[in-house]
């Protein structure tokens, strides 16, 4: 993070227009000309990509660019990706058979399932395992969308608060000392935030459900169908390599334990050097080799029918690599600003650092945000709390930096990686979602007087 102190001084706040201007294009373009930005949308990711490279170039010299960007794109995009095309692939060699009907309580338990996953096989990976499962028994209903939202929400982001697995934010916790089962204290958080959104989508979708039997749409589901139906999993192997992901995230962690990988006394990840101050750390090297070879063994080993009774395409995968890639790159200024400023922000209350924190981790990539926001805790110069590599952090501020990182991520579709990927998925089995202010209106709605509570319960 010091490496950007002196380059954050001199680099001006308007370098982050361009990524303005990617939100912007992904919140307004669609509603304008949905078919515009179907067939133009890497153009435009690609237009504002370089309205920030050219510049920045021509201001700071070729080689620091190709250092920011080698830096954001191999050591935090590729990384992101392969786990992301690791996930989607193993998820979709998974089915769950037999006849669900989107019932309000079907719905409940699914989405209740998911955010109880969330935390032990990641967002990502519970998201990517029950979205389609949630897709399909619902195909017969008009309204739909709300059960889609709800399962962002609960099972793409607060659900993943209790582990370092969960959500990445906690991850780079754990990496810088934080204890791997410290975050379980979030635990009283999720059960209120939890509780409170799965009580208010069961209200919702059953008064939704009624509208749609009244209005004369039932699920084709006799006595006679359920039990000459029954559910089973489908494609169970890929439990295994979905375990192989899991383990690999927490074998990254640990390596750096030892001395093969890590120096002890400076926390410096060995690694092999890419370009002139970006090296690839061997731990995430053996973590991507991992993930590769789980997906590639999905694939070889799965039956193609299960995937084809999953309605399993590419398409989501390769709109959320595009569409990250610009977003990837755009964020470069945002961070170097953030780690210029980010301790001179003033923050010292935890209701500060919550709402800080998940404010920007709303909009930005929420792992960054948190370790920004967990360096300027550890340089507060306290000497009772948890010590970490960055310092010793008092834990009311610890748990907020955590609770509003993990749980703000849901704000928006970018908030977090699942959530677009869900969307993408959605969309593809043509569930009309809202857009991406829309979305922003549910959470405005239902996230944010929730925030507030939890603030003035646990932060005050």
């Given at each position: 993070?010091?490496?950007?102190?002196?380059?954050?001084?001199?680099?001006?706040?308007?370098?982050?227009?361009?990524?303005?201007?990617?939100?912007?294009?992904?919140?307004?373009?669609?509603?304008?000309?949905?078919?515009?930005?179907?067939?133009?949308?890497?153009?435009?990711?690609?237009?504002?990509?370089?309205?920030?490279?050219?510049?920045?170039?021509?201001?700071?010299?070729?080689?620091?660019?190709?250092?920011e960007l080698l830096h954001i794109?191999?050591?935090?995009?590729?990384?992101?990706?392969?786990?992301?095309?690791?996930?989607?692939?193993?998820?979709?060699?998974?089915?769950?058979?037999?006849?669900?009907?989107?019932?309000?309580?079907?719905?409940?338990?699914?989405?209740?399932?998911?955010?109880?996953?969330?935390?032990?096989?990641?967002?990502?990976?519970?998201?990517?395992?029950?979205?389609?499962?949630?897709?399909?028994?619902?195909?017969?209903?008009?309204?739909?969308?709300?059960?889609?939202?709800?399962?962002?929400?609960?099972?793409?982001?607060?659900?993943?608060?209790?582990?370092?697995?969960?959500?990445?934010?906690?991850?780079?916790?754990?990496?810088?000392?934080?204890?791997?089962?410290?975050?379980?204290?979030?635990?009283?958080?999720?059960?209120?935030?939890?509780?409170?959104?799965?009580?208010?989508?069961?209200?919702?979708?059953?008064?939704?459900?009624?509208?749609?039997?009244?209005?004369?749409?039932?699920?084709?589901?006799?006595?006679?169908?359920?039990?000459?139906?029954?559910?089973?999993?489908?494609?169970?192997?890929?439990?295994?390599?979905?375990?192989?992901?899991?383990?690999?995230?927490?074998?990254?962690?640990?390596?750096?334990?030892?001395?093969?990988?890590?120096?002890?006394?400076?926390?410096?990840?060995?690694?092999?050097?890419?370009?002139?101050?970006?090296?690839?750390?061997?731990?995430?090297?053996?973590?991507?080799?991992?993930?590769?070879?789980?997906?590639?063994?999905?694939?070889?080993?799965?039956?193609?029918?299960?995937?084809?009774?999953?309605?399993?395409?590419?398409?989501?995968?390769?709109?959320?690599?595009?569409?990250?890639?610009?977003?990837?790159?755009?964020?470069?200024?945002?961070?170097?600003?953030?780690?210029?400023?980010?301790?001179?922000?003033?923050?010292?209350?935890?209701?500060?650092?919550?709402?800080t924190t998940g404010g920007l981790?709303?909009?930005?990539?929420?792992?960054?945000?948190?370790?920004?926001?967990?360096?300027?805790?550890?340089?507060?110069?306290?000497?009772?709390?948890?010590?970490?590599?960055?310092?010793?952090?008092?834990?009311?501020?610890?748990?907020?930096?955590?609770?509003?990182?993990?749980?703000?991520?849901?704000?928006?579709?970018?908030?977090?990686?699942?959530?677009?990927?869900?969307?993408?998925?959605?969309?593809?089995?043509?569930?009309?979602?809202?857009?991406?202010?829309?979305?922003?209106?549910?959470?405005?709605?239902?996230?944010?007087?929730?925030?507030?509570?939890?603030?003035?319960?646990?932060?005050?």
């Amino acid at each position: 993070m010091d490496s950007h102190q002196g380059l954050g001084e001199t680099l001006p706040l308007w370098s982050v227009a361009p990524f303005v201007g990617v939100l912007l294009s992904i919140a307004i373009i669609p509603l304008v000309n949905a078919h515009f930005w179907e067939r133009h949308m890497f153009k435009i990711i690609l237009f504002w990509s370089f309205l920030f490279l050219a510049p920045f170039g021509m201001r700071y010299g070729g080689h620091l660019l190709v250092m920011e960007l080698l830096h954001i794109l191999v050591l935090d995009y590729l990384p992101f990706i392969v786990l992301l095309f690791g996930l989607f692939a193993v998820s979709g060699g998974i089915i769950l058979r037999g006849t669900l009907a989107g019932t309000p309580k079907v719905n409940l338990g699914l989405v209740l399932a998911g955010t109880l996953l969330a935390s032990w096989i990641g967002t990502t990976g519970a998201s990517m395992l029950l979205i389609r499962p949630l897709i399909r028994a619902n195909q017969w209903r008009e309204k739909k969308a709300h059960v889609v939202i709800f399962f962002i929400f609960l099972v793409s982001n607060i659900g993943g608060c209790l582990t370092p697995i969960g959500d990445p934010p906690l991850f780079l916790g754990f990496l810088r000392g934080v204890p791997f089962f410290w975050t379980m204290r979030l635990l009283p958080m999720l059960a209120f935030i939890g509780g409170t959104l799965l009580t208010v989508m069961f209200i919702l979708d059953t008064h939704l459900y009624r509208k749609e039997v009244a209005a004369g749409r039932t699920p084709e589901i006799s006595l006679e169908t359920a039990c000459a139906d029954p559910h089973k999993l489908d494609g169970l192997r890929n439990l295994v390599f979905l375990g192989m992901i899991v383990g690999s995230v927490i074998l990254s962690g640990n390596l750096l334990n030892l001395e093969a990988f890590a120096n002890p006394a400076t926390r410096e990840i060995y690694g092999w050097e890419v370009f002139e101050g970006v090296s690839l750390g061997y731990n995430t090297m053996i973590q991507m080799a991992i993930i590769l070879l789980a997906a590639f063994l999905s694939m070889k080993l799965t039956p193609k029918c299960i995937r084809e009774d999953n309605f399993f395409t590419w398409d989501p995968l390769k709109e959320v690599a595009k569409l990250f890639l610009g977003i990837f790159i755009t964020l470069i200024p945002a961070l170097i600003l953030l780690d210029a400023y980010g301790a001179a922000l003033g923050l010292s209350t935890p209701l500060a650092f919550f709402w800080t924190t998940g404010g920007l981790s709303s909009f930005l990539d929420n792992a960054p945000t948190y370790l920004v926001f967990l360096s300027a805790a550890g340089s507060l110069g306290v000497v009772e709390g948890v010590a970490t590599t960055v310092g010793v952090i008092p834990p009311t501020l610890l748990m907020a930096i955590s609770a509003g990182a993990v749980f703000m991520g849901a704000n928006t579709y970018i908030g977090n990686a699942p959530n677009f990927m869900v969307k993408a998925i959605a969309e593809e089995n043509h569930v009309k979602m809202p857009s991406f202010l829309g979305y922003m209106g549910w959470s405005a709605c239902f996230l944010l007087p929730l925030f507030v509570l939890t603030s003035l319960i646990f932060f005050r």
